[in-house]
């Protein structure tokens, strides 16, 4: 029993009366169906609430991607909780923040990982320290009672669903707000767009601590009632495997660069209905050389954690390459001069978007919350774009110092502030430059004062960022280019270094 407007009642409504409708194929081939995994994630609410959990309470999760992670994030919503899902490359420097940042009730990690985060989680008052592991087992699972009749915990549509964090152009993370609503209303908008229904399968490749793969591909899924194949991790031969099988694919531009080196693919494709990209741009060429390959033209849309996805090229109509299609039905969008005035049809601006879709603001930032919306409720992206007169949008660059390396964010500052306190350096400049593999790569360009090398950098920056914020490249510089307002002209070392990653 779901109340309306409870994000559990959406997700159940296409599999009522279907329990034996098969939701997930799981990588040993067995089928999970929309009985089972409604029925494991109810008895995971029982437990988070005999845990003590209160309506509003954060559940903090950094585990591997399995099934059991996904009736956890459910079990959570059912139990009026907060999913609060972490990257698993996070180290513990990182995790520390965001625990402390968060202060959640619940933390639920690999078991590996639990000895290094006990004193952490003491210190930040979590109250149960939980394991969940690849394949299903720890102290979560296991201390779950056997299935009874469950209520789920009424929320309304404004109610606290999620907070996912994203980092922060000054260093912070800030922790993005997502409400019953904001999450229902964009699954079912997208449903619809992209015509899911319970004969479809998509194929879910993508990590489960992020909008695309937690919210877009999970909650679309299960608002049509329909299968996915859920793969553990990104693996391009089995998903060439799985193609004629499957009805639709979601991915970042990396997966379709990587895919189109397999063999087979054109065969494998051709079955298939749908093939959707986004959280990074996808180059024309990818574009072209996909439907030349499978005949299909991938549907490109875009995104934000804040937002949920904002536009979308049409299913029936034309997927224009190189734009990211028209703003979603319910999403208003606008593109806008530095002072917020609309600018006219073909000009640069900055996207901002209001709608259901648009989250409630930052955990505990009311000031950062309130720099980041206009007035009359649009929030302000810092995607650059222009918007043609037929509606539809191109991303043309980012206000913001941002790095999208194969659909992951890295903010630069974050990077420098570490580099910059090295010994032996002076200053450095993190861009990002054209990757072949994620599209961007990370580029650290040091001015040092000592005799310090590219390897002591890495060794000493490792312990407090995950794997995939790590330059891959640093390269030394006498001095760091400068306009004359003092400031670090990244737009030159992008030039400079923009073939860096060619060979
Ligand atoms: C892995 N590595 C990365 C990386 N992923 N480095 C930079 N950027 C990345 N994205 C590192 C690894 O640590 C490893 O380093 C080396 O690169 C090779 O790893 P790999 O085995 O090739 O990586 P793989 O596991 O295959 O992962 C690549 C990937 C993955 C593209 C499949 O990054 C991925 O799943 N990306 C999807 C991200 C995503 O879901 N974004 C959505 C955000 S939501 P080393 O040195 O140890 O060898 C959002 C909103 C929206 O943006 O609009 O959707
Ligand atoms: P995140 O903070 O991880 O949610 O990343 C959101 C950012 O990803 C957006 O602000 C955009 O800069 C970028 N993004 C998402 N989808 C696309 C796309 N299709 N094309 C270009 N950039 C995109």
Redesign the pocket.
């Known amino acids: 029993m779901y109340s309306d407007n409870h994000l559990g009642a959406v997700l159940r409504a296409a599999s009522t009366g279907r329990d034996d409708a098969v939701f997930a194929w799981l990588p040993d081939r067995t089928g999970q169906s929309y009985g089972t995994f409604f029925q494991q994630a109810e008895r995971m609410a029982a437990r988070l609430l005999a845990l003590g959990l209160q309506p509003g309470d954060r559940v903090a999760v950094q585990v591997p991607k399995s099934i059991e992670a996904l009736q956890l994030f459910v079990g959570t919503i059912l139990a009026g909780g907060v999913f609060l899902p972490l990257n698993t490359d996070y180290t513990p420097a990182e995790l520390s923040y965001f625990i402390s940042n968060s202060e959640p009730r619940i933390l639920v990690v690999h078991s590996a990982a639990e000895p290094a985060l006990a004193q952490l989680a003491r210190e930040a008052g979590v109250s149960q320290l939980l394991t969940l592991d690849a394949d299903g087992g720890g102290s979560l699972v296991a201390g779950l009672a056997p299935a009874s009749d469950f209520r789920a915990v009424s929320r309304g549509a404004g109610d606290l669903a999620a907070i996912l964090y ?2 922060g152009t000054t260093g912070r993370s800030k922790g993005a707000m997502l409400s019953h609503e904001n999450l229902s209303s964009n699954a079912l908008t997208l449903r619809d767009h992209w015509g899911f229904a319970a004969q479809d399968t998509l194929i879910h490749a993508l990590p489960i601590f ?2 695309h793969g937690l919210f877009v591909a999970t909650n679309i899924v299960l608002t049509a009632g329909c299968a996915m194949r859920f793969f553990p991790r990104f693996d391009a031969a089995a998903i060439v495997q799985a193609m004629p099988v499957s009805t639709a694919l979601m991915g970042v531009p990396t997966f379709y660069v990587r895919l189109l080196k397999e063999e087979g693919l054109s065969a494998a494709a051709a079955g298939m209905r749908l093939f959707v ?6 180059l024309d060429e990818t574009h072209a050389r996909w439907q030349a390959a499978t005949g299909h033209a991938i549907l ?7 937002t949920n996805m904002n536009t979308s090229n049409p299913y029936d109509g034309e997927r224009r390459a190189g734009t ?1 299609g028209l703003p979603l039905p319910g999403v208003d969008l606008r593109i806008v001069d530095a002072a917020g005035s609309a600018v006219p049809a073909g000009e640069p601006g900055v996207i901002e978007v209001r709608g259901p879709n648009v989250f409630m603001g930052y955990w505990q930032m009311p000031e950062k919350t309130a720099e980041e919306f206009r007035d009359d409720g649009y929030f302000i ?3 650059i774009a222009r918007q043609a007169a037929d509606g539809y949008v191109s ?1 043309i660059g ?1 206000a ?1 110092d ?1 790095i ?1 390396s194969g ?3 890295v903010y630069p500052k974050e990077i420098e502030l570490l580099i910059d306190a090295l010994d032996g350096v002076n200053e450095c400049a993190v861009i990002g430059v054209p990757h072949p593999d994620f599209g961007e790569g990370v580029v650290a360009v040091v001015d040092r004062s000592g005799d310090i090398g590219a390897e002591d950098i890495q060794s000493a920056i490792a312990p407090d960022l995950a794997r995939y914020k790590q330059p891959k490249m640093i390269v030394f510089v006498d001095a760091l280019p400068r306009n004359t307002m003092g400031k670090v002209q990244k737009n030159l070392l992008r030039n400079d270094y923009a073939a860096v990653f060619d060979a």
């Open positions: 994203t980092s992020h909008t990209s986004g959280s990074a741009p996808l490109e849309r875009y995104g934000m954690t804040e990211v992206t810092g995607d991303i980012r913001k941002l999208i659909g992951y964010n």
